[in-house]
């Protein structure tokens, strides 16, 4: 199909928003990462003042007050936590998902909407099976133990530094006996 010159001015004139692809819900992304889970539970948890001091004294910064998990449970036993977040890709936000074992490492990583016109290989498997098994121990940094995309390098980089955020977050709460 070719598009007329006014068609294409105008696709080109779009808001980076009208590009927005929905590609699963956070229900889905939970069964996805957790299909053995019988029942998933939701927590909100506030940021207090002892986990923040925790938090910045492992360089992350917590872009809420509060984060919200979902414990995936099997029988009553935790089998892990999904956490459903957003960053800033270059000028849209990018929504995610990520799934943490009992035992704090990545289990899976899911893009779940992406809004930006360009970088949606970050979509692609081997690039978000670099996640797996990374603990809040990895440096979950892009050019470290994070490869980067040629064109999508800010997408590539805000959600590493999600995951990461994510993950050390978990880590402490766990740490703590709140995600019990």
């Given amino acids: 199909m070719r598009l007329t010159p006014c068609t294409a001015a105008l696709v080109a004139l779009?808001?980076?928003?009208?590009?927005?692809?929905?590609?699963?819900?956070?229900?889905?992304?939970?069964?996805?990462?957790?299909?053995?889970?019988?029942?998933f539970e939701l927590r909100d948890l506030p940021?207090?003042?002892?986990?923040?001091?925790?938090?910045?004294?492992?360089?992350?910064?917590?872009?809420?007050?509060?984060?919200?998990?979902?414990?995936?449970?099997?029988?009553?036993?935790?089998?892990?936590?999904?956490?459903v977040d957003e960053v800033i890709g270059k000028f849209e936000r990018i929504t995610y998902a990520v799934g943490v074992n009992a035992d704090g490492s990545v289990r899976q990583v899911e893009i779940l909407s992406y809004r930006e016109s360009h970088g949606h290989e970050i979509r692609l498997p081997a690039w978000r099976k670099q996640f797996v098994g990374k603990t809040a121990a990895s440096p979950l940094q892009v050019g470290d133990d994070i490869a980067n995309i040629s064109g999508a390098t800010l997408s590539c980089t805000h959600v590493?530094?999600?995951v990461r955020r994510v993950v050390v977050w978990l880590d402490l709460l766990r740490r703590a006996g709140k995600l019990a």
């Fill in 14 to 39: 779009a808001p980076a928003g009208a590009l927005a692809v929905d590609y699963m819900t956070a229900e889905q992304a939970q069964k996805l990462m957790f299909p053995d889970a019988t029942a």
């Fill in 47 to 83: 940021l207090d003042e002892a986990l923040a001091k925790q938090l910045a004294a492992a360089h992350v910064k917590p872009t809420a007050p509060r984060i919200q998990v979902s414990l995936a449970k099997q029988d009553g036993k935790v089998l892990g936590t999904v956490v």
């Fill in 160 to 162: 590493a530094e999600g």
